[in-house]
């Protein structure tokens, strides 16, 4: 008796999910189709090395700079390799970078965030000083002046792109703790005798993810975007590896000659992964907060 | 009355410039001091011995504490003391100051170029919803933040210089044939148009069009996106909806009404804006073998001149908070609200 009015009304909200996520998918198709292109993001970069026909970095796996045919699928380079291998292989690399970039500035900027948040005062004035001085500065500039100055190399490109991203994260976790401070569920919690960092990461920072998590997806393009542009200057990754950036950088010496390819696919690679989390940042954006909707 | 407070608001928005000034400073020192190794050992070379270490840290003041140190870097740079560009050989100061204007030239048309097609692109687009216009702003927006600018770039440079020779070659800002106007402004056209030399404008521009063309491309996104966004909500606001019940003509309510209002929130993007345009301008001006401070950076960092690329930061950073100074304070300035609030 007691348990049938207990779970009918829970019946109804997880297939009202359901039932939402079918009504977003169906009003825009795009989101559908860009977790189908994130699944196949995510196979590349898992499995990329093992289906590719040729070893990404071996030259001469067939004549130099000729165009896309049916043994290259992507054409050669000038050294030739195999454009296809190389661009597929390159998935891992790239999303690792943005992936670890992204994780840390999540991580950090969600802490800092959220203690300025809950307890305000100098907390909240150091740390929003802090964040102020990073956004005073052009952040793709930034990011060039830390590689250049911790060193040259592929961690120090995660580590700039992460710091350049910390203040999104932070200032979002701040607002969203600060709005839930004194909240009744809240109150509860602290009334229970859970202690106040208890009470601030076990029960308001788990309320904070949904808006979270559309701000991860849509900052991942952007990871993306510098990381690729700075490989394109120089910095961090080195040839012969392979990856987006560092292609289309190779690939510019080419263009004025007519070689399109050396820049088309790998260029196409990076635009289609951005616009894959942006698709997808925008479609959790629905599914979390209808009124944003445009 | 009105006059004061704003005066009030200009004086109280440049103080705030203040902190903000102070930290790029310490960010920029903290760089510097961030070598990897010993940048003593760096700076005396690969042939130095223990001694001659000693005397460069003696030098370079680099014995001192901290805050000692921080002193000494900043009365440096209120001389204009950025220390010396190894790969030219010239100061840092010098050498910046002659790329900048190829760099603010290049950015400001393009800021003007996306500004000009992105706000009335949005405010048709949130004028009719779910037409063409609409569509195009979106697809627009889409791609804009999906491109990379170093993409765009290179594939403008395919279509209109290889497959359609429209445009020069990629090889900076002035074909071989011209010499360069004398110089006023430093910007090409301009300094061209002040010379009266019609043919050198034409060749400048021509050079400026394809760089300028792919940072609008990028630009014009977020601001497209922002007027659209800001003229839907002010569209269906309380306010216009009396003015239309006033029996106001539709054009003073778009304009009057409604784009006035809308523009505030466009003014306040166009801080990230820059911010954007600014990394964008070193992919691009790098593309086009443009001879701004982007592409000086570029050819410092491969030679690791640490002393240029910290110089070019932190007139990147200065830059971008004076930008940003000049959109606030047009923001209290065309704010309506300001001034009735006494």
């Known amino acids: 008796m007691t348990s049938s009015p207990a779970t009918s009304p829970a019946a109804p909200t997880r297939e009202g999910h359901w039932h939402h996520l079918r009504y977003i998918m169906a009003e825009n198709p795009l989101t559908g189709i860009s977790f189908a292109m994130f699944i196949g993001l995510i196979i590349m970069a898992i499995f990329g090395p093992y289906l590719v026909p040729f070893d990404p970095v071996a030259t001469g796996a067939g004549p130099a700079l000729k165009p896309p045919s049916l043994t290259h699928w992507f054409g050669t380079d000038h050294l030739g ?26 991580v950090f900027g969600s802490i800092i965030g959220s203690l300025s948040g809950y307890f305000g005062g100098w ?46 994260y932070a200032r979002m976790a701040r607002a969203e703790v600060s709005i839930r401070r004194n909240a009744g569920f809240v109150q509860a919690a602290r009334l229970s005798g859970n202690s106040e960092l208890r009470v601030l990461f076990g029960h308001i920072f788990p309320n904070t993810l949904p808006p979270m998590m559309v701000q991860i997806s849509l900052n991942m393009g952007w990871a993306i975007l510098n990381a690729a542009g700075l490989s394109f200057i120089g910095l961090g990754v080195q040839p012969p590896t392979p990856e987006w950036g560092i292609m289309v950088a190779e690939g510019a010496n080419f263009i004025i000659s007519g070689e399109w390819w050396l820049v088309v696919f790998p260029g196409m690679a990076l635009m289609l992964a951005v616009f894959t989390f942006n698709l997808i940042g925008d479609g959790l954006r629905d599914l979390v907060d209808p009124q944003r909707r445009t | ?52 270490i000693e005397q460069v840290r003696e030098n370079l003041g680099l014995n001192q504490s901290m805050p000692m140190q921080f002193v000494s870097y900043v009365s440096d740079l209120a001389q204009g003391d950025l220390g010396v560009a190894i790969s030219t050989g010239q ?52 791609a804009g933040v999906s491109l990379p600018t170093f993409f765009t770039g290179l594939a403008l440079l395919y279509v209109f210089y290889y497959l359609l020779g429209w445009a020069p ?15 006023v402004t430093g910007f090409y056209t301009i ?29 014009l996104a977020p601001i497209a996106r922002m007027t659209r966004a800001a003229m839907l909500q002010t569209l269906s606001s309380d306010y216009v909806r009396t003015a239309r019940a006033a029996g106001l003509s539709g054009r003073r309510v778009l304009v009057t009404y409604a784009f006035r209002n809308a523009l505030l929130p466009v003014v306040t993007t166009l801080g990230m804006v820059f911010s954007f345009v600014l990394g964008a301008n070193v992919l691009v001006e790098k593309v086009f073998a443009w001879p701004g401070i982007g592409s000086f950076a570029v050819e410092a960092l491969v030679v690791s001149d640490y002393a240029a690329v910290q110089g070019f930061v932190l007139s990147m950073a200065l830059l971008f908070v004076s930008l940003n100074l000049l959109i606030d304070l047009a923001y209290t300035l065309i704010d309506p609200r300001v001034g009735e609030e006494e």
């Open chain 2, 169 to 183: 070659p990629p090889i900076g800002r002035l074909d071989m044939m011209f010499l360069p106007p004398e110089t």
């Open chain 1, 81 to 106: 390799r195999d454009v296809f291998s190389r661009v597929v292989v390159a998935t891992r690399l790239d999303l690792l970078i943005s992936v670890s970039a992204v994780a840390l500035s999540f």
């Open chain 1, 123 to 168: 907390t909240d004035r150091i740390a929003g000083r802090f964040m102020d001085t990073i956004m005073a500065f052009p952040l793709f500039v930034l990011a060039m002046g830390i590689v250049a100055a911790a060193g040259n190399s592929v961690e120090n490109i995660v580590y700039a792109t992460a710091i350049i991203n910390l203040p999104f």
């Open chain 2, 91 to 142: 100061t840092v100061t010098q050498e910046l100051a002659k790329r900048l204007p190829a760099s603010l030239e290049l950015t400001l048309a393009a800021l003007l170029l996306s500004l000009v097609i992105a706000i009335p692109l949005g405010v048709l687009a949130a004028t009719r919803p779910n037409t063409w216009v609409d569509h195009l702003c979106r697809f627009l927006v889409t």
């Open chain 2, 1 to 52: 009355m009105s006059l004061g407070v704003k005066s009030r608001r200009v004086l109280n928005r440049l103080l705030q410039a203040v902190p903000t000034i102070f930290g790029i400073l310490v960010v920029c020192f903290l760089l510097t001091r961030a070598l990897p190794g010993d940048p003593a050992a760096y700076f005396a070379g690969d042939m130095a011995d223990e001694a001659s």
């Open chain 2, 191 to 219: 300094d061209s148009l002040i010379a009266g030399d019609w043919a050198l404008f034409k060749a400048s521009l021509a050079q400026m069009a394809l760089p300028v063309i792919t940072l609008a491309l990028f630009t």
